[in-house]
Nanobody, 123 residues
Framework: QVQLLESGGGLVQAGGSLRLSCAASGRTVSRNVMAWFRQAPGKARMFVAGISWSGVRIDYADSVKGRFTISRDNAKNTVYLQMNSLKPEDTAVYYC????????????????WGQGTQVTVSS
């Protein structure tokens, strides 16, 4: 099966940047959509950004538009999330997800999930 491993999280000052990576291992799933979700303690997990296998379809949550950029390198089976102009409200555990979905925002359609990486943005 497919396993996802996130990396790149950490502590950053507001206005700073981080780049998250999610590496997929195991059997490669054809035409997998990959996405990032985030969850703060006691809060619901929310969609952040998603990208289709081809990279043509991309979607972002309104709260991160213009600040975050999702990309993928299929040769490396890796998806990235470049996060710029970080705000304290971006603080959360960020999860990578993958699956054969059409709507990038439908969490229940994703089959594979990583363990998450913590992103903390200080004021």
């Amino acid at each position: 099966q497919v396993q996802l491993l996130e990396s790149g999280g950490g502590l950053v000052q507001a206005g700073g940047s981080l780049r998250l990576s999610c590496a997929a291992s195991g059997r490669t799933v054809s035409r997998n959509v990959m996405a990032w979700f985030r969850q703060a303690p006691g809060k619901a997990r929310m969609f952040v950004a998603g990208i289709s296998w081809s990279g043509v379809r991309i979607d972002y949550a309104d709260s991160v538009k213009g600040r975050f950029t999702i990309s993928r390198d299929n040769a490396k089976n890796t998806v990235y999330l470049q996060m710029n102009s970080l705000k304290p409200e971006d603080t959360a555990v960020y999860y990578c997800a993958a699956g054969g979905v059409d709507n990038l925002r439908r969490q229940y359609e994703y089959s594979y999930w990583g363990q998450g990486t913590q992103v903390t943005v200080s004021s």
